[in-house]
């Protein structure tokens, strides 16, 4: 059983930033990769960065390139994602996951981010 909590979200102004931070704990046995989804209000599910634990590959969503960075702390199976000039169309909840070496994916419950023009 792995749980995975986010926590960091919020209410900013366009062009501010927010960092979101995630943990997975329980029976994590070094989480393969973890990253992030977010879902706005009538829209589905999209992915939006994940980094892989060896080597540390991180991969984007092209609508976040250069705005947003995605870094783990492998010893706490942590990862954090900070988030700079944000736009309205940012907002979202923000879901994260970490997916097991034996091909299970486990996800938080979701932060709210919010962007206000």
């Known amino acids: 059983q792995v749980t995975v909590v986010e926590s960091g979200g919020g209410l900013v102004q366009a062009g501010g930033s927010l960092r979101l931070s995630c943990a997975a704990s329980?029976?994590?046995?070094?989480?393969?990769?973890m990253g992030w989804f977010r879902q706005a209000p009538g829209k589905e599910r999209e992915f939006v960065a994940q980094?892989?634990?060896?080597?540390?590959?991180?991969n984007y969503a092209d609508s976040v390139k250069g705005r947003f960075t995605i870094s783990r702390a492998n010893a706490e199976n942590t990862v954090f994602l900070q988030m700079n000039s944000l736009k309205p169309d940012d907002t979202a909840v923000y879901y994260c996951?970490?997916?097991?070496?034996?091909?299970?994916?486990?996800w938080g419950q979701g932060t709210q981010v919010t962007v206000s023009s």
């Open positions: 996951y970490s997916d097991q070496p034996a091909g299970s994916r486990s």
């Open positions: 980094i892989r634990r060896i080597g540390a590959i991180t």
């Open positions: 329980g029976r994590t046995a070094s989480s393969y990769a």
